[in-house]
């Protein structure tokens, strides 16, 4: 390898102990073969960078193969955009190939395999092959088919190729073993008939090869010498070998099927059915929508190529499948753009400013630094007036102690330029602030080197000049699900998760010096975050997407919500130690109130299973839940919920069952409900001898309906 020092991950042992059983290392050669179906996203990022990167490391040749073996949903829109984003990645492919290259390849050695009897035609219609594959815990039955001699399964095979049947009719299946502990051993499709037009071989052929037919044999021809597969394909190895036993001459080189696990990062999803879905059902504005996990959103966003790099580094490669936290890759951009990208001024939220002891008609130019990162930036004039935006946030009319911004009587700097003080307020007949009446001290310019511009003050408030001012719409983009794993839960669906919060449009003002911003260039807007050119901005309207905040936001209101939640354990149990009801129903809504304002599903949904015992405060914690969150009972895993009831209902506590009482009569579901019914019946007929009147009414009530 290029570095002996670095430690090898897994995979790279592989290769180092196949080059030490005598492999040549001129032999050894890699491969990315995405499917054309949809666009590239992080996911795919991480195992380009492993392939390339396993390229570089051993200055083999990698080769980008598209497996382009199902029409119905490949497009040559999509092998555009998958070429595109490699290359923006970084990375040279040695050769571009197809599996569509190889089909009369494919096509000879399948009519080989029905010669020597490890091929046949299947006649069964889906279902009866579903019956006959049996079950993981069963063996599978032969195919009524499974004994067609040679000659008829060439000639149907040959007919089928030509167009002769509709689709469905027939299949090609591998003569292996109905009986094998591996489903994906029991006679396997190798072909099947669709009349669909393919991207590029357009409508020469009506069968198609399955992906375990073309996958490895694809390999084989190119002669690739490590196949690495995500762990969803480990099953699959078995019969990658199996086919290539069929076909392997000695004399060439066998490929070897690797897997690693997949990557997957929180609160987005990753699966192209699902991005496919979010896109037609127009959650987002496309594939390449900021929102998305794409390569091409991600890119639109103003993610840099050796961000998405750095971030396949940082998490590496592993043996099991985890959920990488989407705070580890705004590290990585945060980490890039505050090395490269130039400071600039923009006000987003706008209240004028007015220094009412500024010359009117009077401007300066001020000198700026780009990036105090980079030394080699440089500086910029920015202008200067009488009249300014600041965001409106940044001032208070009556402040608390530890407000550093902006209020009356206090001073605070402008950056790059003089300190002022709050004077006095303009406001229109509903009270808002429209105007911000200051005084500057004019001996205060930053980096005049005078007494007064050493003044330390309060804070330092980011501005742009009125006059020069440049209107600019700005998309605030946030994370796209509310949810850290939204298709994680049997019970819900990962729409449900969408944050209706992703993305706030904005008019806001930026300093001139961006008249001249082009298509993805990059700015740190001061104080603000760093911000990207979006490509439908124009010479007369400049348009900015939000790539990254200067912190992380969602870390914070984590760890608010987690606290949230541990002060509302702690408070729960002076329900059982006041003396009056009163005093139960303030506690009973501060926590509610706790609650409702919890947005993480996951977080709510392990605290309910955490508190799911025999602890009376925790099952009360847990109904609380119920009632509470902006969740139904039915979005939580239905085994927790009969638990939870069930217990309760036999809590020692009144305040318990009552509480459960009245959330499953809540319940829509009445056959849910109906499990209970024996419990409350007993209740009802022998109620606790610490039953609350409250209880027997609730118990009551139930019963007679």
């Known amino acids: 390898m290029a570095s002996e020092e670095k430690s090898l991950n897994f995979i790279e042992q592989i290769i180092e102990e196949d080059v030490k059983s005598g492999l040549s290392n001129t032999k050894l050669r890699f491969r990315f073969p995405p499917e054309p179906n949809g666009y590239l996203h992080i996911g795919h990022a991480s195992s380009i960078a492993l392939n390339f990167g396993l390229g570089i490391d051993y200055q083999s040749p990698v080769n980008l193969r598209f497996d382009d073996t199902n029409p119905e949903k490949e497009e040559q829109e999509f092998v555009d955009a998958i070429k595109k984003d490699v290359e923006w990645l970084g990375y040279k492919w040695a050769e571009e190939c197809y599996a569509s290259d190889y089909f009369q390849q494919l096509y000879d050695w399948a009519v080989l395999l029905i010669k020597k009897d490890k091929a046949y035609v299947d006649s069964q219609s889906s279902e009866e092959m579903a019956i006959q594959k049996g079950t993981p815990t069963t063996p599978g039955t032969d195919s009524p088919y499974r004994n067609r001699s040679v000659e008829e399964n060439l000639d149907l095979f040959e007919r089928m190729k030509n167009g002769e049947f509709e689709a469905g009719t027939h299949i090609l299946r591998a003569k292996i073993d109905m009986k094998s502990t591996n489903m994906l051993m029991r006679d396997p499709i190798m072909y099947r008939i669709l009349h669909k037009h393919h991207h590029r071989t357009g409508d020469t052929w009506k069968i198609y090869p399955m992906y375990d037919w073309a996958h490895g044999q694809s390999d084989y021809l190119e002669q690739i010498s490590h196949s690495f597969c995500t762990l969803e394909f480990l099953p699959h190895r078995e019969l990658y070998d199996w086919f290539l036993d069929q076909i392997f001459d000695e004399n060439k080189l066998r490929p070897k099927q690797r897997e690693f696990a997949r990557r997957n ?15 037609k059902e127009k959650h987002v504005n496309g594939w390449d929508d900021p929102r998305m996990s794409t390569i091409s959103g991600l890119r639109r966003r103003g993610y840099t190529a050796a961000s998405l790099r750095n971030f396949a580094n940082t998490i590496g490669i592993a043996k099991r ?31 004028k400013l007015v220094i009412t002891n500024y010359p009117e008609g009077k401007e300066e130019w001020l000198e700026a630094e780009n990036n105090q990162e980079d030394e080699s930036a440089g500086f910029r004039k920015v202008p200067f007036s009488r009249e300014l935006y600041i965001e409106r946030e940044d001032f208070l009319e009556e402040a608390p102690a530890k407000f550093f911004r902006l209020t009356l009587g206090k001073e605070v700097r402008l950056k790059n330029a003089y300190i002022i003080k709050g004077e006095s307020v303009i406001k229109d007949e509903n009270g808002n602030i429209t105007e911000i009446h200051v005084t500057y001290d004019t001996d205060s310019l930053s980096g005049s080197g005078t007494e007064a511009s050493q003044r330390k003050v309060s804070g330092t408030l980011h501005w742009v000049s009125i006059k020069h001012a440049l209107e600019a719409e700005v998309r605030l983009y946030d994370r796209l699900f509310t949810d850290e794993a939204p298709d994680s839960y049997k019970e819900k669906n990962f729409l449900d998760f969408v944050n209706p919060n992703s993305l706030e449009i904005v008019t806001g003002y930026v300093e001139p010096s961006l008249s001249t911003a082009q298509n993805e260039d990059k700015f740190q807007f001061q104080r603000l975050g760093y911000f990207t050119v979006d490509k439908d901005s124009t010479a007369s309207k400049l348009v900015f997407n939000k790539t990254v905040g200067l912190k992380d936001a969602w870390e914070e209101k984590g760890k608010k919500e987690e606290n949230s ?3 509302s354990l702690k408070d729960i149990n002076k329900y059982f130690k006041v003396e009056t009801k009163a005093e139960r129903i303030a506690i009973e809504s501060a926590i509610g109130e706790n609650i409702k304002n919890i947005s993480t599903f996951s977080l709510l949904q392990n605290s309910l299973k955490k508190n799911i015992n025999n602890n009376k405060a925790s099952l009360l914690f847990s109904q609380f839940i119920l009632k509470y969150s902006n969740w139904k009972s039915t979005d939580f895993e239905e085994d927790d919920i009969k638990k939870l009831y069930s217990m309760s209902l036999k809590s020692e506590s009144t305040y318990v069952r009552s509480k459960a009482l009245l959330n499953l009569r809540d319940i829509e579901s009445e056959s849910f409900k109906n499990q209970f019914d024996d419990e409350i019946l007993k209740l009802y007929s022998n109620p606790p001898k610490n039953a609350s009147e409250r209880e027997i009414e609730i118990l009551s009530e139930m019963v007679k309906k």
């Open 265 to 279: 990062l929180s609160h987005t999803v990753v699966s192209k059915r699902k991005l496919q879905q979010l896109v």
């Open 565 to 567: 939640i541990n002060n």
């Open 321 to 351: 499948d985890n959920l990488i936290n989407v705070s580890v890759l705004e590290f990585c951009i945060r980490e890039d753009l505050n090395k490269i990208a130039p400071r600039v001024m923009a006000v987003l939220d706008p209240v």
